[in-house]
Structure formats: structure tokens, C-alpha cells
């Protein structure tokens, strides 16, 4: 793992730090790059789960008949 240091006085940090004991300089915790795409398809799941995708489907074909 690697060691994160406190923006503001560049002190290291324990991983679940949220403020730099040094200085106090809040210090969020990074998440993974792969969060915002993971709960971007869960949303789209659970979206296409609660539409009737038929429906959907015969919406986006009539609108582009007329």
C-alpha cells in the first residue's frame, strides 16, 4: 500500500486518516477510480428492472417513425 501524505505540510498519514495531525488540514480518503462506473451500471440495472424495457423499446421506435 502506499504512504499518502497531507497536502498542506506533506506528513504521512495512517490510511483511515480524515485530518493531518500536524497540521489539520482535512484529508479525504481516495476512493477507487473504478467507483463512479460501477454505480453508474447499478443505476442502469436497476433502472432497466423497474422500466418495462418493451415499452422503451416501442417508444424509441414509434419516435423515430414519425
Known amino acids: 500500500m502506499s504512504v499518502r501524505l ?3 505540510c ?3 498519514l495512517a490510511p483511515d ?3 493531518c495531525a ?3 488540514a482535512r484529508t479525504p480518503l ?3 477510480w473504478y467507483l463512479p462506473i460501477l ?8 433502472a432497466w428492472a ?7 423499446w416501442d417508444y424509441i421506435a ?3 417513425a414519425r
Not at 454505480?39 to 436497476?46: D, R
Open 17 to 19: 486518516d480524515i485530518r
Open 6 to 8: 497531507c497536502q498542506r
Open 39 to 46: 454505480s453508474g451500471m447499478i443505476l442502469l440495472l436497476i
Open 30 to 32: 481516495p476512493y477507487p
Open 62 to 64: 414509434g419516435f423515430g
Open 50 to 56: 423497474v422500466i418495462d424495457p418493451e415499452v422503451v
Open 22 to 24: 500536524r497540521c489539520g
Open 10 to 12: 506533506s506528513a504521512e
